[in-house]
């Protein structure tokens, strides 16, 4: 399948990256081996894209299992929210895989992050506040803006 789509891709637009985004498995099982990414598979991506959620009291077990996709191409984490962990363990996480996390994508869902704190529903503020955090997080952190 992946070895098709890369192939109709490349058909029409030889400079375009190619990836899989892919729930990681080994964030739940410890063992599980990042399938997409197999020689046969992997040959044909330009980058590794996974998704991370990681849980509360769960930075060093997320780390863990963020590891296993770093692979020997760029690794983009490319959706993220601390939906199950607080803001800061969040910012830990990053901060501690992006010594070879090499970017980061969160949810962006078309609001501002004015829109957001002008909203009067609990779930608007909770993803303004993540937004404010993470573009302050990246404006005084160089090592996290791309």
């Given at each position: 399948w992946v070895d098709k789509m890369c192939r109709g891709i490349r058909r029409?637009?030889?400079?375009?990256?190619?990836?899989?985004?892919?729930?990681?498995?080994a964030h739940?099982?410890?063992?599980?081996?990042?399938?997409?990414?197999r020689?046969?598979?992997f040959e044909h991506l330009d980058f590794v894209s996974v998704h991370f959620y990681p849980e509360k009291e769960g930075v060093e077990k997320a780390m863990k299992a963020l590891k296993v996709y770093e692979l020997g191409k760029p690794l983009v984490v490319e959706e993220c929210f601390p939906l199950k962990c607080s803001f800061e363990e969040m910012g830990q996480f990053m901060t501690e895989a992006d010594v070879f996390v090499d970017g980061w994508i969160s949810f962006y869902w078309g609001k501002t992050i004015s829109e957001y704190q002008?909203?009067?529903?609990?779930?608007?503020?909770?993803?303004?506040?993540?937004?404010?955090?993470?573009?302050?997080?990246?404006?005084k952190a160089g090592s996290l803006r791309r």
């Open positions: 029409y637009d030889s400079d375009a990256l190619i990836t899989v985004g892919v729930i990681p498995w739940v099982f410890a063992s599980a081996k990042p399938l997409f990414y020689k046969k598979t002008k909203a009067d529903t609990i779930p608007d503020h909770i993803v303004g506040g993540w937004l404010e955090r993470l573009t302050a997080k990246w404006d």
